[in-house]
């Protein structure tokens, strides 16, 4: 099994409404990630959880709360967002820790409307 | 500060034409490169891994190289079909460093 499995693929939610992305791999990757995705626009980094720790937070607002129940599962919880939260959200994982010489697996992502 | 440029923005060529793919970083002090591929509205796919100590690698249809000095890489990709069609991004990871810099991608269409 080499997927990164996201759900849901599609979610339109209200400014006020209280929502989660969820994330599951089964590969035995230590390391997980949240991107959040623009538009034709790169992938931009949101947080790292290596060893089921959260190691990086790239000053993500506090909106957005990541959560690490296991190592096979990564959520991302969603508070009174902002339309400009409208974006692609991508779930990756790798084997190791972040600065290891290894590929990323992405999962097919959740396209989040806010609004 | 890593920057990562992908020239051009756009491609569209014949089917069976060879795709030729440009990536440029501003430090070569890199742990590896790699190439994905991204269909509209979807995830990233990876497609190859150069690490630092290597010029190229092979997968199939598709050969990537590596060229720390001058700051480049390629993908090849030859022989292409319609199911090419797709955004390919290039990322570098820098040394002690944990975030890829990404390159804003080269959107390839591929007329049959």
């Known amino acids: ?115 | 500060k890593q920057e990562v440029t992908q020239i051009p923005a756009a491609l569209s060529v014949p089917e069976g034409e060879n795709l030729v793919l440009n990536c440029s970083f501003t430090d070569s002090a890199i742990y590896n490169l790699q190439w994905f591929r991204q269909d509209p509205g979807k995830g990233l796919t990876s497609l190859l891994l150069i690490q630092s100590s290597q010029r190229e690698q092979t997968s199939g249809r598709l050969n990537a190289s590596l060229d720390k000095s001058s700051g480049r890489s390629t993908l090849y990709i030859a022989a292409s079909q319609p199911g090419d069609s797709a955004t390919y991004l290039c990322a570098a990871l820098p040394f002690d460093d944990y975030k890829l810099s990404f390159g804003a991608g080269t959107t390839v269409t591929v007329r049959a």
């Not at chain 1, 099994?1 to 994330?23: A, F, I, R």
């Not at chain 1, 957005?64 to 990564?74: A, I, R, V, W």
């Not at chain 1, 902002?82 to 084997?95: F, I, T």
Request: aromatic share 8%.
């Open chain 1, 1 to 115: 099994d080499t997927e990164v499995t996201q759900t849901p693929k599609h979610l339109v939610m209200g400014m006020t409404n209280k929502k989660s992305l969820k994330c599951e791999q089964h590969m035995g990757h230590r390391a997980m990630y949240w991107y959040k995705q623009k538009a034709k626009k790169p992938p931009e980094l949101m947080f790292v959880y290596s060893y089921e720790k959260l190691s990086i937070n790239e000053s993500v607002p506090s909106r957005f709360s990541p959560e690490c129940p296991n190592s096979s599962l990564l959520n991302l919880h969603l508070h009174a967002l902002q339309p400009e939260d409208s974006a692609l959200y991508l779930c990756a994982s790798s084997q190791g820790t972040p600065t290891t010489n290894e590929k990323l697996f992405f999962g097919s992502g959740t396209q989040l409307s806010v609004l």
